[in-house]
Structure formats: structure tokens, C-alpha cells
């Protein structure tokens, strides 16, 4: 795919998103390089490919531009055109403060009236146009997500279970508290095993605070994570703590990885504790916790 258009209309952004979504990306590439870049490697593997183009690259002919793309041996090209309003562009240049590629001793909206005229034909040709005018980065995301994107993009949702004990989570976005609940670690048959443990977790839910705790919880992270994603994180980390780590963090982290799992998400789970001994110093009296 040639992503090309306004310059200043956020190429840049539109390749990062694609290089996150697992596409091969480069930018500025020179025209006379372009068939290398593109079949290099493909004996070992076909991904798709995106290449940013405009003004600046080395070589830029609009006019010629479509037929050099579409004339390429072994792949499916496509022309995606980004466009802006002029004085959203003016705004941008401002903001930045870099001069336009091709008014560099003039004022950007000379520049963007050229080019707008320059790459007419190529916006004629495109295979999709995107209006970034109004669109935020993350917004810009998500539309390209939308367009190009499968199952496999799904931004990565980690459970982790953790001590206060040891420190707080540093990686969390999100941190439930647990120390309210009953402490297994205070049982000595359950002080040896962590929540990982079927008696441990038995012990757990016959606290009536304990599904209740859980079901809200379920509740706001269904509600919450699509939101994050929306926003355009890569990476949503929610963390379960406890005094230890080692019993009632970890039985929520993977209680929950359970029910997300039926919700349709596919959450990592990770112990950061779960390989610390049980300690007496470490486990608060139960009558102090929390």
C-alpha cells in the first residue's frame, strides 16, 4: 500500500499504526528503491507492505506514481490518499513550526496549494482517501484498525497479581485492592499454597465479599477496556493486589483471566510474586491489613 497525500495530513502516524498492526513499513523510501524494498524477504514470508510517499521522498512523481505501484510483480497494490483541510494543515505547520516542502521561503498555505494541485491526479487515483481533518491520533487509529485490522490486532489485556508487601505494581493501568478480604495465609493447611490452589480458592469464595467483589469488578473492566482501546492503547494491564501475593491477588488474576476469557477477551495472566516463600514478617496481622 502507497500511503501518500497533504503533507503534514499524518503520514507519519498512519505508518506507526500499520508497523503496530504488524504491517512492514518504511517512509520517504526513494522511488527508485521501491521494487527492492518490497520483494526483499518474500521468499521467507508475505506480509503486507506500506510505504509512505509524498513531497519530500526522493523522486516524487504524482503523475507516475499509480502506474509504478500498480505495475509491481507479485503484489496487490493499493493507493491510500490522506487528506486535510488547508487550514487544519496551516494550524499543524504552525504548531510544529516546519516549513513546507515545497515552500520552503513561503508562507505553508503557498505550499499547500501546490501541492494540493501537484498530487490531484494521485488523490483521482486512490483507492481509498482519509480526511484526518478532524481526527484525533487515537481516532485515527481506531479508523485504520477498522480498515485494515483482524482478530490479531486486538491490543494485549495482561492480569497480574501482586504484594503491596513488595511494592505496588509499576506497569498497572488499573489496581484492585484485596487486602478486605479473609488472608489464607493465616490458615495454616493454606499458608503453603497460593491461589493457584483449588482449596485456596475454596476458601476464598465462601466469603460472600468475594464473588461480590468480583462480579463489579467484571462489571467495570467490560465496560472500561474497550474504552482504553478505543483511546489507542497497545497494552491495558490490570493488577490484583494483596499483602503477599502470593493467595488472594493471585486467585483474582486468574478468576478474572476466566470470566474476560467467556466475555470474548483474550487476557495474559502473570504472578509477579507467586514465587516469594510465605513469610510471617512479610503477611500483616490480619486484625492490621488494610
Known amino acids: 500500500m502507497l500511503v501518500t497525500g497533504m503533507s503534514g495530513a499524518g503520514k507519519s502516524s498512519v505508518l506507526d499504526a500499520l508497523e503496530d498492526m504488524g504491517w512492514d513499513t518504511v517512509d520517504n523510501l526513494p522511488v527508485d528503491l521501491l521494487d527492492d524494498f518490497v520483494h526483499a524477504g518474500t521468499e521467507c514470508r508475505v506480509v503486507p507492505v506500506a510505504i509512505g510517499m509524498d513531497a519530500r521522498s526522493r523522486g516524487f512523481d504524482a503523475d507516475r506514481l499509480p502506474g509504478v505501484i500498480r505495475g509491481m510483480e507479485g503484489v496487490h497494490p493499493e493507493i491510500l490518499y490522506l487528506d486535510c483541510s488547508g487550514a487544519e494543515l496551516i494550524r499543524r505547520y504552525d504548531e510544529t513550526r516546519r516549513r513546507h516542502p515545497l515552500a520552503p521561503d513561503r508562507p505553508a498555505e503557498d505550499g499547500i496549494a501546490r501541492e494540493r494541485r501537484v498530487t490531484a491526479g494521485l488523490r483521482a487515483a486512490a483507492d481509498g482517501v482519509l480526511d484526518t481533518t478532524d481526527l484525533s491520533?487515537?481516532?485515527?487509529?481506531?479508523?485504520?484498525?477498522?480498515?485494515?485490522?483482524?482478530?490479531?490486532?486486538?491490543?494485549?489485556?495482561?492480569?497480574?497479581?501482586?504484594?503491596?508487601?513488595?511494592?505496588?505494581?509499576?506497569?498497572?493501568?488499573?489496581?484492585?485492592?484485596?487486602?478486605?478480604?479473609?488472608?489464607?495465609?493465616?490458615?495454616?493447611?493454606?499458608?503453603?499454597?497460593?491461589?493457584?490452589?483449588?482449596?485456596?480458592?475454596?476458601?476464598?469464595?465462601?466469603?460472600?465479599?468475594?464473588?461480590?467483589?468480583?462480579?463489579?469488578?467484571?462489571?467495570?473492566?467490560?465496560?472500561?477496556?474497550?474504552?482504553?482501546?478505543?483511546?489507542?492503547?497497545?497494552?491495558?494491564?490490570?493488577?490484583?493486589?494483596?499483602?503477599?501475593?502470593?493467595?488472594?491477588?493471585?486467585?483474582?488474576?486468574?478468576?478474572?483471566?476466566?470470566?474476560l476469557r467467556s466475555a470474548g477477551f483474550s487476557p495474559n495472566v502473570r504472578h509477579r510474586d507467586l514465587a516469594s516463600p510465605p513469610s510471617d514478617t512479610i503477611e500483616a496481622d490480619p486484625r492490621q491489613e488494610a
Not at 489485556?157 to 488499573?174: E, H, I, K, N
Not at 495465609?185 to 464473588?211: C, I, K, Q
Open 137 to 259: 491520533p487515537a481516532e485515527l487509529r481506531d479508523e485504520l484498525r477498522r480498515r485494515y485490522g483482524d482478530d490479531s490486532d486486538q491490543p494485549v489485556l495482561t492480569m497480574v497479581s501482586f504484594g503491596f508487601a513488595r511494592g505496588v505494581s509499576r506497569t498497572a493501568d488499573l489496581v484492585f485492592d484485596l487486602r478486605f478480604l479473609p488472608n489464607p495465609h493465616w490458615v495454616d493447611e493454606l499458608r503453603p499454597m497460593t491461589g493457584d490452589d483449588p482449596p485456596v480458592r475454596d476458601y476464598l469464595a465462601a466469603d460472600p465479599s468475594w464473588n461480590e467483589a468480583l462480579d463489579r469488578i467484571e462489571s467495570l473492566l467490560k465496560d472500561w477496556i474497550p474504552r482504553y482501546w478505543a483511546a489507542g492503547k497497545s497494552y491495558v494491564t490490570v493488577a490484583f493486589g494483596c499483602t503477599g501475593g502470593r493467595h488472594r491477588s493471585v486467585a483474582a488474576a486468574i478468576e478474572m483471566t476466566e470470566r
